[in-house]
C-alpha cells in the first residue's frame, strides 16, 4: 500500500519557467514532509521540508505548499535551471512516533530545458 | 567536512551468500538509518539506529540486521541473499537536533547473482 505518491514519473520544463512537483499521502499521522532530489550515482540531496502546522516554506528557488485538507504537497522551482534536471522524491513522516522513518514517494523525474 | 561514507560502493555476491554492508555517518550525527532503493522505486527504510540501539524497523525479513558502534558507524548484514535483494543500499546519518533532514550517503550498490 503506497502511503505517498508522485503520480507524476516525469515532468519536462523550459528553462527559466516555473516547476511543479506534486505528492499525495494517504497517512493522517504524517505530520512531516520532505523533498530530496538525486543525481545518478549519488544519494538522495536534501532540499526542503515543511511541518504539518505550516501551509508554506521557502528557501531561495523552492518552495513546498502543504493541503493538508487534501493531503497534497507540492515542490515548485522557479526559475527552473539545466542543473535541477534530476529525480526529485517527496518522502513523509510520523514525527511523534519516536522513529524517523521516511515514507519515500516512487520519484518523478525532471528535465529542464535549456 | 566528510558526509556520509559508505562501503564498499559496488558488490556482487551470489544467491545463498551473506553481506556486509558498512555506514559512516556525519561526525557529531549519532543517528543512522538504512534504506534500500530498488530500480524505479523511491528508497525504503529498513532500519534506525541512534545511540546504538534499534529505534525503527521496516517491512523487512530477518535475514536483514544491523547494529550500530560506539563511533555511531553502523553495519548492515544481510543473510542468505536472494535475486530480489539487489538494490542500492542508502545510509543516512542526522544530528539529533535542528534540521530534520536527514543526509544519505552515496550508496552501495549490490547485485545478485
Known amino acids: 500500500d503506497q502511503q505517498v505518491k508522485q503520480n507524476s514519473p516525469s515532468l519536462s520544463v523550459q528553462e527559466g519557467r516555473i516547476s511543479i512537483l506534486n505528492c499525495d499521502y494517504t497517512n493522517s499521522m504524517f505530520d512531516y514532509f520532505l523533498w530530496y532530489k538525486k543525481y545518478p550515482a549519488e544519494g538522495p540531496t536534501f532540499l526542503i521540508s515543511?511541518?504539518?502546522?505550516?501551509d508554506k516554506n521557502e528557501d531561495g528557488r523552492f518552495t513546498v505548499f502543504l493541503n493538508k485538507s487534501a493531503k497534497h504537497l507540492s515542490l515548485h522551482i522557479v526559475p527552473s535551471q539545466p542543473g535541477d534536471s534530476a529525480v526529485y522524491f517527496c518522502a513523509a513522516s510520523d514525527a511523534t512516533s519516536g522513529t524517523y522513518k521516511y515514507i519515500f514517494g516512487t520519484g518523478t523525474r525532471l528535465k529542464v530545458l535549456a | 567536512d566528510a558526509g556520509v561514507t559508505q562501503s564498499p560502493t559496488h558488490l556482487i555476491k551470489t544467491r545463498g551468500q551473506h553481506v556486509t554492508l558498512r555506514c559512516s555517518p556525519i561526525s557529531g550525527h549519532k543517528s543512522v538509518s538504512w534504506y534500500q532503493q530498488v530500480l524505479g522505486q523511491g528508497p525504503q527504510f529498513i532500519f534506525q539506529y541512534y545511540e546504538k540501539e534499534e529505534r525503527g524497523r521496516g517491512n523487512f525479513p530477518d535475514r536483514f540486521s544491523a547494529r550500530q558502534f560506539p563511533n555511531y558507524s553502523s553495519e548492515l548484514n544481510v543473510n542468505a541473499l536472494l535475486l530480489g535483494d539487489s538494490a542500492l543500499y542508502l545510509c543516512a546519518s542526522r544530528y539529533s537536533g535542528g534540521n530534520y533532514g536527514y543526509t544519505f550517503g552515496s550508496g552501495t550498490r549490490l547485485t545478485v547473482v
Open positions: 515543511i511541518s504539518s502546522i505550516k
